[in-house]
């Protein structure tokens, strides 16, 4: 009798494994990832073989290899910001990728800094763009630049060099501004759910209930 159960037992989980691969390979599936260089974070994120880039800030040649591996589709690469750590790659992915580009308008004009004298999509916050099966919510967040944004996609917040783990982004560029970084922070981010995931544009990630309590700059 108790072989009995344990033979069920184990068709039911081979069965259940079945499922779950036929699940995993509609080509539905998230796509989720992150490149790093030099302490920057470029992201990766889509749905079945189609994807947006989050900045475009470096270790080019292994996300082109794995976009390659994959056979993605990039729709768009977004920029949170107009400094050259987060765009400099950029003349090197949108010719290859064949992708559009968006960055706030109010950051626009330091692309020329790569030579770069139009952008496909100028953004001013508030946008929810429809790409590749998701909503990316664009949330203008000016303090770190006039035209830092922070992207929602889902539970998952793209917070550039707004929000750190445990700290904050500097406010040194010329259109810069401490206020206006915690405003943007208090009144845009931390309205958003405690288990909202945050990925900033360098060092880990954290997520919106940690930074509540732990971040010192937002007491
Ligand atoms: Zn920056």
Excluded at 69 to 98: A, C, M, R, S, W
């Amino acid at each position: 009798m108790k072989e009995n159960i344990e033979i069920v037992r184990n068709i039911f989980i081979i069965l259940f494994s079945i499922i779950s691969l036929a699940a995993f390979s509609s080509g539905n599936d998230l796509i989720f990832k992150m490149f790093s260089s030099a302490g920057t974070n470029t992201y990766i994120i889509g749905k079945g073989k189609e994807a947006v880039i989050i900045d475009a800030g470096g270790n080019t040649k292994q996300m082109l290899d794995y976009i390659k591996q994959n056979g993605l589709t990039i729709q768009y690469i977004i920029l949170t910001h107009g400094h050259d750590d987060h765009f400099k790659e950029l003349p090197k992915l949108t010719p290859v990728l064949k992708c559009k580009t968006a960055i706030h308008q109010y950051d626009f004009k330091s692309l020329a800094y790569v030579k770069i004298y139009k952008a496909d999509l100028l953004l001013k916050g508030g946008e929810v763009l429809e790409l590749c099966g998701l909503k990316f919510e664009i949330i203008h967040t000016p303090g770190h630049t006039g035209g830092g944004i922070c992207i929602k996609v889902g539970n998952k917040l793209f917070s550039g060099d707004t929000l750190f783990f445990e700290t904050i982004g500097n406010t040194v560029s010329k259109s810069s501004s401490y206020e206006k970084l915690i405003a943007s922070i208090k009144e845009k981010l931390l309205i958003l759910d405690d288990k909202t995931e945050v990925y900033p544009g360098h060092g880990g990630s954290t997520t919106i209930g940690h930074e509540r309590t732990f971040n010192g700059f937002l007491k």
